[in-house]
């Protein structure tokens, strides 16, 4: 497969009516002009990040609107999600290992 580029794939397999397309990166299907054209792009504000381009739910309703949020921080959500499975007390400091203290 590494031998031929993905355009030749293509032209190969559609020759011989294998339906086939692309793969393309993150960057590639945001730079696509049909994403832009048809309004699946949207961006949301990261709090590190920064402005943050993330792909519409392609199912769309009419009188209906989606709440695009950006995705959490490293860690943002580990009280919940510990608690929420029963390891609340791994939220417990270790006695002797705290940011001032060293392991006894």
């Given at each position: 497969m590494q031998e031929r580029t993905s355009a030749e794939w293509q032209a190969i397999l559609a020759r011989h009516q294998?339906?086939?397309?692309?793969?393309?990166?993150?960057?590639?299907?945001f730079g696509l002009p049909q994403m832009q054209a048809?309004?699946?792009?949207?961006?949301?504000?990261?709090?590190?990040?920064g402005p943050l381009p993330l792909l519409r739910n392609p199912i769309r309703f009419l009188g209906r609107s989606m709440e695009y949020r950006p995705p959490p921080?490293?860690?943002q959500h580990n009280e919940a999600v510990l608690k929420g499975i029963g390891l609340a007390r791994?939220?417990?400091?270790?006695?002797?290992?705290?940011?001032?203290?060293?392991?006894?």
């Open positions: 294998v339906p086939c397309g692309p793969l393309l990166s993150v960057a590639e299907v048809r309004y699946n792009v949207v961006t949301v504000k990261h709090p590190v990040a921080v490293l860690g791994a939220l417990e400091p270790v006695a002797g290992v705290g940011p001032n203290e060293e392991a006894s």
